[in-house]
């Protein structure tokens, strides 16, 4: 394994399961996110294999995700799926010694999942960022290509417009 390739093992390591968490709550299918984000990680490889430079990977990371997500639902357009995924109807089969946990947390998601849906984009990718994974606001805004203020603005607008759901 050469540096490039151990460089971006370490990038994947640090930055899969966040990107993943980012898709999981942009298109509510565990199995569409899985596939978005490996098409994340593909694209970035392909980016710097062929030589050229990012300066802010995790803005560069977060940049690629939300494109694939706009190009998935640009494709989804028109066409109306029923998941299997639905979280109304699992057909996971639960483990007994976990049970009531994992229902709790499965309807927690599910009621955030719905909430989340009904914001406008630009409020949920900053809630999916500062509070799923935990991003801090300026590295926020390099991410969106914005300003601070203008991100603390949509935070607290998308806040309020979560407490009116509510």
């Not at 199995?31 to 050229?52: L, N, T």
Request: hydrophobic share 40%; with cysteine.
């Amino acid at each position: 394994m050469n540096i490039k390739e151990r460089k971006f093992a370490s990038i994947y390591s640090e930055f899969a399961q966040k990107i993943y968490k980012f898709c999981y709550f942009r298109v509510s299918s565990r199995e569409e996110a899985e596939d978005i984000a490996a098409q994340v990680f593909i694209r970035a490889w392909d980016h710097i294999a062929a030589g050229k430079k990012v300066t802010n990977v995790q803005g560069f990371l977060y940049r690629i995700a939300g494109n694939i997500v706009i190009d998935f639902y640009r494709k989804r357009a028109g066409k109306h799926e029923i998941s299997l995924d639905d979280p109304r109807n699992p057909i996971d089969v639960p483990d007994k010694s976990d049970v009531v946990e994992r229902l709790d947390e499965r309807l927690m998601i599910s009621e955030v999942r719905k909430r989340l849906e009904q914001l406008p984009d630009q409020y949920r990718e900053v809630i999916i960022l500062r509070y799923i994974n935990d991003i801090p606001i300026n590295e926020i805004a390099k991410i969106m290509d914005t300003s601070e203020n203008n991100i603390s603005v949509r935070l607290h607008r998308a806040i309020e417009k979560l407490k009116a759901l509510a």
